[in-house]
């Protein structure tokens, strides 16, 4: 089945430095969200983003299909963006989407 | 804009015991998950259902029962209650295909 890999698994910056996230996966990706959750537990999706790259605010993704990777840039990192951020991964052989185990990140003021 | 509602909220149970998790969604999509998150972890699927009736095992199935009574309703049971079923069980929602996930608040499980 699909595997997702997610790194690093936790990064530590400073209020204002740029955040760079990966995820790799194991099979071709039909769909690829990245979520966040916050301290509290609730999910909430930040960027649809099977291939190429998109813009959202802070936010830029980009996926190249063919390498099974995708990317979450975070610009300007605001103590508010600290939590959890998690990729889900949905393929041609499968119907629902797989998680990896997410990147925690902490943004000191 | 729709809302995905699971309930209880939290449970408590004994081990060896049946419970049961329920989730409503009102987007009128067609398919609906259930994930099991540990603490500091990610997701994992256990059970998904992609129309009114159907249900498809996830990669977490076994100890677990699932059921889409109607297409607004999919709900979870923990066939016997085992120490470390501690966790929180997330409920979400999609139209085939998109792969565009909404989650409900979750629901936390505490086994004694």
């Known amino acids: 089945g699909q595997q997702v890999q997610q790194s690093p698994s936790s990064l530590v910056l400073q209020e204002g430095e740029n955040a760079e996230l990966q995820c790799n996966f194991s099979s071709t990706a039909t769909q690829l969200q990245w979520f966040y959750q916050s301290p509290g537990g609730s999910l909430v999706s930040l960027l649809s983003n099977p291939s190429g790259t998109k813009h959202t605010g802070r936010l830029t993704s980009t996926t190249v299909t063919k390498e099974r990777r995708s990317s979450l840039h975070i610009s300007s990192s605001q103590t508010t963006d600290s939590g959890t951020y998690l990729c889900a991964i949905e393929g041609n052989n499968n119907n629902a989407p797989r998680f990896g185990a997410g990147t925690k990140l902490t943004v000191k003021p | 804009g729709g809302i995905i509602t699971q309930t209880p909220k939290f449970l408590i149970g004994q081990e060896g015991q049946k419970l049961t998790l329920k989730c409503q969604q009102n987007?009128?999509?067609?398919?609906m998950y259930w994930y099991r998150q540990d603490s500091g972890k990610g997701l994992r699927l256990i059970y998904y259902s992609i129309t009114e009736n159907d249900l498809q095992k996830g990669d977490l199935s076994e100890g677990y029962d699932a059921s889409r009574e109607k297409k607004s309703s999919f709900s979870l049971t923990v066939t016997s209650a085992q120490k470390n079923e501690m966790a929180v069980f997330l409920c979400?929602?999609?139209?085939?295909?998109?792969?565009?996930?909404?989650f409900g608040e979750g629901s936390k499980l505490t086994v004694l």
């Open positions: 979400a929602s999609s139209i085939q295909g998109t792969g565009q996930l909404y």
């Open positions: 987007f009128n999509h067609d398919t």
